[in-house]
């Protein structure tokens, strides 16, 4: 039985126990552009890469700082390592979301997003949660929301190749680690 999995790169990890040579962007973004939003169960396929990028677009047009775009941009990279459970899911598995934070963290640290504040974890998923409610009413048969929240920017939830979303993605990572 392996206790690590090989990444897009070739890098043998072990996600448990992640260490920063193990953490690689090119493969969270290669990763992240493969993974389906919603388990699949969208329109269309969009992905979690997209879905990052769009969150990150979201926070530089609320004019926050480059940190608060990249930890946007990063907030799921856990799922680079050990995939995505829907919320519904994931709220009833502790284990997952110690091991999830874990991950996260340890990715943070990497990037240089190591001393956030709860403030800034706080804004970080004010917008996961207003871009998901603004995914699903679009992008998801079935759900009708009371109503909308506001977005400043104008999000992508358009079908894209996963090659492009992790060009994009690898871009928008560039941009905001100066």
Same mark, same amino acid.
């Given at each position: 039985? /392996?206790? @690590?999995?090989? &990444? @897009?790169?070739?890098?043998?990890? %072990?996600?448990l126990n992640l !260490? %920063? =040579?193990? #953490?690689?962007i090119e493969d969270i973004a290669h990763a992240l552009s493969l993974l389906c939003r919603g388990s699949g169960h969208l329109k269309?396929?969009?992905?979690?890469?997209? /879905?990052?990028?769009?969150?990150?677009?979201?926070?530089?047009?609320?004019n926050w700082s +480059? &940190? $608060?775009?990249l930890t946007c941009l990063l907030h799921d990279a856990s799922e680079a390592y050990i995939s995505d459970i829907i919320r519904p899911v994931k709220k009833h598995l502790a284990n997952?979301?110690? #091991? =999830? +934070?874990? #991950?996260?963290?340890?990715i943070f640290r990497k990037f240089g997003l190591g001393s956030l504040t709860d403030? +800034?974890? !706080?804004?970080?998923? &004010? #917008?996961? %949660?207003?871009? $998901? =409610?603004n995914? $699903? *009413?679009i992008l998801m048969n079935g759900y009708t929301a009371p109503s909308l929240? /506001?977005?400043? *920017?104008?999000?992508? @939830?358009? $079908?894209?190749?996963?090659a492009a979303v992790e060009q994009e993605f690898l871009s928008l990572f560039k941009q905001l680690q100066k």
């Open positions: 039985m /392996h206790d @690590f999995m090989c &990444t @897009f790169s070739g890098l043998r990890v %072990n996600p !260490r %920063n =040579e193990d #953490i690689a269309y396929f969009y992905s979690v890469g997209q /879905h990052c990028v769009n969150c990150a677009k979201e926070a530089q047009a609320r +480059d &940190t $608060l775009a997952y979301m110690q #091991i =999830e +934070d874990q #991950i996260l963290a340890a403030e +800034d974890y !706080r804004k970080m998923k &004010t #917008i996961d %949660n207003e871009m $998901l =409610e995914e $699903l *009413s929240p /506001h977005l400043y *920017s104008q999000p992508d @939830f358009r $079908l894209k190749e996963s």
